[in-house]
């Protein structure tokens, strides 16, 4: 319905490990942005993707990173996951550099244990 | 620190009244938007206002924006139990490629 896919819609991981959460695009969103919602909390910006380069990060450490590819697909990846790293991760697209309007995905859960 | 913080951060009202949520924000903007998000899952868009407007309109909700105190405010008119889910506004900053969302109202509709 939202025409962006996250996966998976829940995670458990231990401490330590590393974690790659997907999430696809509607077809000609060129934007793709990440954002980390504690329970709570509104979101906070992680990073953002245009066209497959990183064009804008928020104050988030460098074991989170991500890729972007031609097919509208992207991935947010973390390593050395801790504590602190559970929350909902929820993806967002727009066909727009300046991303006036988002559409946002149902978000993956992930728990560190 | 998030840009936006909005008032009340938990309300809960009878089915058919009127909803008023506020926020205000601390930098310029080109735009603010509202969001609802059910049961902590996706967010969806609700409405979208430019800086250079003061009032919005779409079905039963109504968005406001005073630049000058850095607000606004969304009213949902005629609540309906579908209401109930937690609403937030997210600017989008001159010269940012990002939302910076405020933490949010959960709104309760009570039958």
């Known amino acids: 319905e939202t025409g962006v896919t996250q996966s998976p819609t829940h995670l458990i991981k231990t401490r330590g490990q590393q974690v790659t959460l997907r999430c696809s695009s509607q077809s000609g969103h060129n934007t793709v942005s990440w954002y980390q919602q504690a329970l709570g909390q509104g979101p906070q910006f992680i990073f953002q993707?245009?066209?497959?380069?990183?064009?804008g990060r928020g104050n988030f450490p460098p074991r989170f990173s991500g890729l972007q590819f031609p097919n509208y697909s992207s991935e947010l990846n973390v390593n050395a996951l801790e504590l602190d790293d559970s929350a909902l991760y929820l993806c967002a697209s727009s066909p727009d550099e300046g991303g006036r309007r988002y559409t946002f995905g149902s978000g993956t859960r992930l728990t560190v244990v | 620190s998030q840009q936006g913080e909005e008032d009340p951060q938990a309300l809960s009202i009878q089915e058919g009244e009127n909803a008023t949520m506020n926020c205000s924000y601390k930098t310029s903007i080109n735009n603010l938007q509202w969001y609802r998000q059910n049961s902590g899952r996706g967010l969806v868009h609700l409405i979208l206002?430019?800086?250079?407007?003061r009032e919005k309109h779409s079905g039963r909700l109504r968005v406001t924006l005073d630049t000058s105190k850095k607000s606004s405010s969304l009213l949902i008119t005629a609540s309906r139990a579908a209401d109930t889910a937690s609403y937030f506004c997210a600017t989008a900053l001159q010269g940012a490629q990002k939302l910076v969302f405020g933490q949010g109202t959960r709104l309760t509709i009570n039958p």
């Open positions: 206002i430019r800086s250079n407007e």
């Open positions: 993707y245009y066209r497959e380069e990183e064009n």
